[in-house]
């Protein structure tokens, strides 16, 4: 059965719809950002992403475009402090707005606008949505790496609690490759500072010149003892015991 046009287009809007509802809802309760603070920030972020575009003459689209350029070369400043987001945008929040919670603002703001551009309903506000779309979800990744639900200002969400407790089972899963990486180290350099392993490794090396008749050895005793004569090896025997195991290797 094949999906038409107007199922794709009524699931897209139902995903943009979604994403919307989420993002607001986690700065409202994750962050913890009233609607008032949260509205007043958006519209201002929206003009300053659009004052950057020269005489745009209302192609919101080419400002969005533009204006997510400016966005993402002005982060490293205020990264590193050498500018203030609520000074650059006009901002007075309290308490003010951190850049890795307006990492989410941003894709809020994205989110709304893919909506508003769906609903206008041509093929050319489709693509902006779409494009807004993936730029929202990136942005929302952004939020999630530097912060997150788990260090939102309020963590005791249930999708905070959840969070925290992915966050603890990878710490913990990290912790155990790194354990078992110590172990393989230690074991490795023990078999290599072993004086039998390096014994071992020569015997093999005798037995495969021997096999590939480089060497002669009237029979297996034979090579047991040109083994031991030559080697750290002390017992006949345990060369034997090697013997049927490398007889056994494919």
């Not at 603890?168 to 180290?185: H, M, N």
């Amino acid at each position: 059965m094949r999906t038409t046009e107007a199922e794709l287009q009524s699931a897209l809007g139902k995903r943009l719809a979604d994403l919307s509802e989420l993002l607001s809802g986690a700065l409202e309760i994750g962050e913890l950002r009233d609607a008032e603070t949260v509205q007043l920030a958006k519209d201002a972020l929206l003009h300053w992403l659009c004052d950057g575009w020269d005489g745009n003459g209302g192609d919101t689209e080419g400002a969005l475009a533009h204006g997510l350029e400016c966005y993402v070369e002005h982060c490293p400043q205020w990264a590193r402090g050498r500018s203030s987001i609520e000074t650059d945008l006009s901002l007075s929040a309290k308490p003010p707005w951190e850049l890795p919670e307006f990492h989410l603002l941003v894709a809020s703001l994205l989110a709304d606008q893919a909506l508003l551009a769906f609903r206008r309903g041509t093929k050319k506000q489709a693509f902006l949505a779409a494009m807004l779309y993936a730029d929202a979800i990136e942005s929302q990744e952004h939020w999630d790496h530097l912060r997150g639900p788990a260090g939102a200002r309020n963590p005791d969400t249930w999708r905070g609690q959840m969070q925290s407790k992915i966050r603890e089972l990878d710490e913990r899963i990290a912790g155990d490759k790194a354990l078992k990486q110590k172990a393989r180290k230690a074991i490795k350099a023990k078999l290599q500072n072993d004086p039998k392993q390096a014994a071992k490794a020569e015997a093999f090396q005798m037995w495969q010149d021997w096999q590939a008749g480089k060497a002669i050895h009237a029979s297996g005793a034979a090579f047991a003892r040109h083994v031991v004569e030559q080697t750290a090896i002390e017992d006949t025997n345990t060369v034997q015991r090697w013997m049927r195991g490398w007889r056994a290797m494919p």
